[in-house]
């Protein structure tokens, strides 16, 4: 155990003018990148890297889990306002927060993505800092077999909650673990549909896909919509009355259980390493909607949807750093830029951090927690400038977006070939909804699929490609039947449901 | 008239003068230097790169832009790098053993061979372990065979292709079973070993804490000699297998500088390597200290590794 007084001068570490004025600076920077369709807080964090060489340990972490945060809370900005995640984590708040605002309640529907991913990120960062040596060893006992048969019942949930029927679900889960085996294979570096193209030999980028699919479709039909008519993307009545702007503390109370269920979903899908926030947010959104009385009324600007989705993605983050302090195992690309931010230090995340560098450790919980308060209060602030910034008119907004997510991209994703790559993305995202695919279950599909291709492979190494071997994984085998359990209660209710039409 | 003819003279001796002691490093871009790291940002070659570009800035008032283009450990980046103008402008950094194993496996389908660089010199090499818990009931490379002998197999986490393709050739002429389960990363094996899921690993600076934390040993080196941090474990060579690895973070250039541009480039990169920021950031990124070979020395490295990287994975 730590002894208190290295807790204490940790804290006392954070709460010094610099630390705290870079934590700020990583919060706006991240609420920006965030919000900003294109670069996005994972490329910052990267582009940042370099400069914490110089910089004390405690300030220049502090400041890259300040724009990783901040990010979460951005992502959801345009999301809500002009139907746009600026991050894919966002995705799932656009469900019920652009509706919000398209009633013309773009700040109630901004003020409830804040509020619940504050409070999303806050639990989950409560789990950190008190719970996270046991949880790790629980993390660490979750080997490929059992990640596997978690990453199928993640699908199954996908596909059967989001994906429309479970048909198409299942032919969007199909087209993105298509596209994800683009490139090297994982076991024999064999290169695959890439057509001689060696920039596709990692894969297609993950920004190319995520602004070509979900950024860019939607900038397009709103541009081609836009019949030349300067009005603003969002119309807010003049005279709004408070309770349209505000979320009363009725409110946010009555989202309890959504975000207590988004953060506990978050926090346990943090921990895992490879799954991310992404489906984290849907899965959350998908349990909230499908466990409310009202069903109906989500996807029309319900703020259960909204209060779930972000306070998942949200935890997802705190929760990445549990198997990152504690084992130096990154459980998303946001973490693994932090290891490396860590190793130019000469610190490396693992057993010994709590030992060696508990100080540091403490002084980050610290700048943590600071992190989330000032990303209550720059929130705030922002949600006036983007409420003003989304009167422009609608021409002005979406040509913008769409010069950011071409510049982005050329930044991220290699030059000209991600932006050829986005633009055949883009082709594709308005493909799939006209066949009435979802694009939502294709790029969750895409974004675990590499990870999903790994722990297949993994499992059959491990297993000998011997079935027979499964019986030693009562934990994957708990998975599969619950999975085959959820199947047949989904497919049982939905007949019921669709017997009195 | 002759005041002129003097004076002429003088200038141009004094330019001599001023200019002599300049010749091996006479030229200087006129543009910026564009360096592209074969990897993606905030990744270990990436950060190496980067602390290495702002030195030789710093040395010698050079601009270096630092550019990521990632995809296939390097191969990417170095088959566009050929194509560029070998004006000294554009650099690429990478690791040499992707691209071995592209020459040696699939030579038709890269657009290089190793005489399309100019080599500029390394920047480390990094050093393999081979690592088991603590409680392993073995210690060493043999005593994995008998142990794989024993419990017919032992499972084996592995990141890079080399060192897997070296413990199947133990494997096969030991005649026992080895099941390599394919990692992400170095974290993603310790996360394996410590989970119970796998019986060794291969280590390259992630395993070190809980070596010292005594959750984990090392039982061997894969290097050609014993590896910084564990002195005492012998390499697979001195146990009897033939085989070692030697990944060489390398910087090369499009073939044909001009003399002048690859002595100046060589020695801004050898006084740059030579740095205390650049050895520092080496010895945490990748727990090695920093190497460099110069230019003959890494195009002789290269030349040398083909044959064996190309033997490990002949069937």
């Known amino acids: 155990m730590v002894p208190f007084d290295v807790i204490l001068a940790g804290l006392a570490g954070t709460f010094t003018p610099v630390v705290l004025l870079y934590v700020l600076a990583g919060v706006v920077i991240g609420q920006f990148v965030g919000a900003v369709p294109g670069i996005g807080p994972v490329m910052a964090i990267a582009i940042a890297i370099p400069f914490t060489f110089v910089m004390d340990p405690l300030v220049g972490i502090s400041f890259l889990v300040g724009i990783g945060k901040g990010g979460l809370v951005g992502g959801a900005v345009p999301a809500v306002l002009i139907n746009t995640p600026g991050t894919p984590d966002a995705a799932a708040t656009a469900f019920d927060g652009f509706p919000l605002a398209r009633q013309g309640k773009p700040m109630k529907a901004m003020r409830m993505a804040l509020y619940s991913s504050v409070t999303g990120d806050t639990a989950s960062d409560i789990i950190l800092i008190t719970v996270s040596a046991p949880l790790a060893i629980v993390a660490l006992k979750l080997g ?24 198409r679900g299942g032919v969007a889960l199909f087209l993105g673990l298509l596209l994800a ?57 003049a005279d709004q009355p408070a309770a349209d702007r505000r979320i009363s503390w009725r409110e946010y109370w009555s989202c309890r259980f959504a975000m207590l269920r988004g953060a506990s979903i978050g926090t346990v899908l943090g921990a895992l390493p490879g ?127 769409l010069l950011l997510c071409i510049t982005g991209v050329y930044l991220g994703a290699g030059g000209m070939f991600g932006l050829y790559t986005m633009l055949a993305c883009t082709l594709l995202g308005l493909l799939l909804s006209a066949l009435g695919i979802s694009v939502i279950v294709f790029i969750i599909a895409f974004f675990l699929g590499s990870r999903f291709e790994t722990t297949l492979s993994q499992s059959y190494s491990l297993t000998g490609g011997s079935l027979q071997e499964l019986a030693n994984y009562p934990v994957a085998l708990a998975l599969l039947v619950l999975n085959l359990a959820f199947i047949a209660l989904f497919t049982r209710n939905r007949h019921r449901r669709a017997l009195p039409d | 008239m002759k005041l002129n003819t003097l004076l002429k003279t003088a200038v141009f001796a004094a330019a001599a003068a001023l200019s002599l002691p300049q010749t091996a490093a006479a030229w200087t871009p006129e543009e910026p230097i564009l360096l592209r790291i074969g990897f993606g940002a905030g990744g270990e070659t990436d950060t190496m790169g980067r602390v290495l570009a702002a030195t030789i800035e710093r040395q010698t008032g050079w601009d270096v832009v630092v550019e990521n283009r990632p995809g296939g450990g390097g191969v990417a980046m170095l088959s566009a790098l050929v194509a560029e103008d070998p004006d000294g402008l554009v650099l690429g950094m990478a690791v040499n053993i992707p691209p071995l194993m592209a020459l040696s496996q699939r030579p038709d389908s890269v657009p290089f061979t190793l005489d399309s660089f100019d080599y500029i010199g390394t920047v480390t090499v990094a050093e393999t372990a081979l690592i088991a818990g ?40 030991e005649g026992v079973s080895f099941r390599m389960v394919k990692a992400e990363s170095g974290a993603e094996m310790n996360k394996l070993l410590l ?37 005492d474990v012998p390499t697979l060579i001195e146990s009897g297998h033939d085989f070692f690895i030697a990944p060489y973070f390398y910087i ?30 080496v010895q945490n990124a990748v727990s090695a200290p920093a190497l460099n070979l110069g230019a003959e020395g890494t195009r002789k490295m290269m030349h040398d590794s083909l044959a064996p990287v190309g033997a490990l994975f002949d069937q």
């Open chain 1, 181 to 237: 085996t683009i490139g090297l294979d994982p076991e024999y570096a064999t290169p695959r549909l890439i057509f001689g193209q060696t920039e596709l030999y990692d894969g297609v980028p993950l920004e190319a896909i995520a602004l070509g699919i979900l950024v860019l479709p939607e900038v397009l039909r709103r541009l081609a919509q836009g019949s030349g008519l300067s009005r603003p993307a969002i119309e807010i009545p």
């Open chain 1, 144 to 167: 490929p077999v059992e990640i596997l048969f978690l990453l199928l019942f993640a699908f199954t949930v996908i596909v059967c909650l989001v994906g429309g029927t479970i048909a």
């Open chain 1, 275 to 401: 799954i991310g926030s992404t489906a984290a947010a849907f899965i959350a959104y998908a349990a909230t909607r499908a466990s409310a009385k009202d069903p109906e009324s989500f996807g029309k600007g319900n703020i259960q949807g909204i209060a779930a989705a972000e306070s998942a993605n949200s935890a997802v983050v705190g929760a990445n750093l549990i198997p990152l302090l504690t084992l130096g195992i990154p459980g998303s690309v946001g973490a693994a830029l932090l290891i490396g931010a860590f190793k130019i230090h000469g610190i490396q995340p693992g057993p010994l951090l709590f030992d060696q560098q508990a100080e540091l450790i403490y002084g980050l919980f610290g700048a943590m927690i600071a992190a989330n308060f000032m990303n209550f209060w720059v929130g705030q602030a922002g949600m006036r400038l983007w409420s003003t910034v989304v009167k422009a008119p609608e021409l002005v907004i979406f040509t913008l977006a």
């Open chain 2, 134 to 173: 603590s409680e392993a009931a073995f210690s060493s490379i043999g005593e994995l065979v008998e142990f794989a002998r024993t419990e017919g197999s032992a499972k084996i986490a592995w990141d890079a292709p080399d060192a897997k393709a070296i413990l199947q050739k133990i494997g096969q002429k």
């Open chain 2, 195 to 231: 989970g119970g899921q796998v019986d060794a690993a291969f280590g390259t600076g992630a395993h070190l804490p809980f070596v010292e934390e005594g959750q984990m040993k090392t039982i061997a080196s894969l290097s050609d000699k014993r590896l910084s941090s564990a002195p």
């Open chain 2, 252 to 281: 090369a250039a499009p073939g044909g500088l001009p003399a002048e541009v690859k002595t100046a480039l060589a020695d801004a990169m050898d006084k740059a390597v030579a740095d205390d920021a650049v050895q520092t950031v």
